[in-house]
């Protein structure tokens, strides 16, 4: 029988923040991919099916050595999950050929505050003034790396939030399954379905990519799967409300990628939102941190029951 796993924020934290590494890694790849950096351009519908090509090949082969133990999935969830998930990499793998990758990061990373706001309906949480104050200042932070001016408002910017509005509906959906799943089974059965679904899509744009592309669609594929490891593992040991504000830290990998590939240089506006960002981070950990430490001390039933999977709201 499932057990959630022990709530530990600053765990969670620093999980979600090593799973913004590889995200932003992927959508770098991705851009090259789609730019023609390794070769002709190639559909993201072709990139997305190599992200999940590589990320199933890697997760069964460590699932063929460590042979976890799987039980019955909730396999609508999954499928919600992965629908939202393989969509939301699409239009985000789509956008970055188009604009820069900063950009395309800071739209599509409006997705933490959809996921704040649709866990108050979807998961009962609630979300007190100093998150909703956090979760405000890191959405600051990320229109000023925006830059809103009216280039900002073309197809590829549109793509990106549309990633955005998905990817904050796929978070509830992680929520949901880290509360009955075990994150191994969580990936396994994301990554499989996630490769049906993007094998048939990509059946109309299919170009033989060339050992080179190959090569980096296999680094897209497993830097997804290392972020996804560390995202699912962040999830299951916080409330949605309070880890996903740290997603907006693969906003400053994505600065930082772009600067020492392409030379897109951040200039002050970009420092200015970023360190924005990171104080709307600090702010939610340390409200967070204050709770805590003023929290009574749970007994032996209280954390027997806070351990029990909470009931699904999302069906």
Same mark, same amino acid.
């Given at each position: 029988m499932f057990i959630a796993k022990q709530q530990n924020n600053a765990l969670a934290a620093g999980m979600i923040v090593t799973a913004g590494v590889f995200i932003a890694a992927s959508s770098l790849l991705a851009k090259g991919l789609g730019t023609g950096s390794f070769g002709a351009p190639l559909h993201a519908l072709q990139i997305s099916?190599?992200?999940?090509?590589?990320?199933?090949?890697?997760? =069964? +082969?460590?699932?063929?050595?460590?042979?976890? /133990?799987? *039980?019955?999935?909730?396999?609508?969830?999954?499928?919600?999950?992965?629908?939202?998930?393989?969509?939301?990499?699409?239009?985000?793998? /789509? +956008?970055v050929a188009f604009i820069p990758l900063g950009d395309a990061t800071a739209i599509s990373f409006l997705n933490p505050v959809f996921a704040m706001m649709? %866990?108050?309906?979807?998961?009962? *949480?609630?979300?007190?003034?100093?998150?909703?104050?956090?979760?405000?200042?890191?959405?600051?932070?990320? =229109?000023?790396l925006l830059r809103p001016t009216p280039s900002s408002f073309q197809p590829a910017a549109l793509l990106a939030l549309g990633?955005?509005?998905?990817?904050?509906? *796929?978070?509830?959906?992680?929520?949901?399954? +880290?509360?009955? *799943?075990?994150?191994?089974?969580?990936?396994?059965?994301?990554?499989t379905l996630g490769l049906v679904i993007s094998s048939v899509a990509v059946y109309t744009v299919w170009q033989s990519p060339t050992a080179l592309q190959w090569a980096v669609l296999?680094?897209?594929?497993? +830097?997804?799967? %290392?972020?996804?490891?560390?995202?699912?593992?962040?999830?299951?040991?916080?409330?949605?409300s309070f880890v996903a504000p740290f997603s907006y830290a693969t906003l400053l990998f994505a600065v930082l990628y772009d600067a020492l590939f392409y030379g897109a240089l951040p200039d002050a506006v970009s420092w200015i939102g970023a360190g924005i960002i990171i104080a709307g981070a600090v702010l939610l950990a340390w409200r967070e941190a204050r709770l805590k430490s003023h929290a009574p001390q749970p007994t032996h039933q209280d954390a027997a029951t806070r351990l029990r999977p909470a009931p699904d709201r999302v069906e």
């Open positions: 099916h190599g992200r999940f090509l590589f990320a199933w090949i890697l997760i =069964l +082969s460590v699932a063929a050595v460590v042979r976890p /133990a799987l *039980e019955r999935p909730h396999l609508r969830l999954h499928l919600a999950r992965t629908l939202c998930g393989w969509a939301g990499v699409t239009l985000m793998f /789509a +956008s649709l %866990a108050i309906p979807l998961l009962g *949480e609630k979300v007190g003034p100093v998150r909703w104050a956090a979760a405000g200042l890191a959405l600051l932070g990320a =229109l000023i990633a955005a509005l998905v990817m904050g509906l *796929e978070l509830i959906f992680i929520k949901q399954l +880290s509360r009955r *799943e075990g994150p191994f089974q969580i990936l396994i059965f994301n990554n296999a680094g897209v594929g497993c +830097s997804m799967a %290392a972020a996804q490891t560390c995202f699912v593992n962040g999830m299951a040991r916080a409330d949605a």
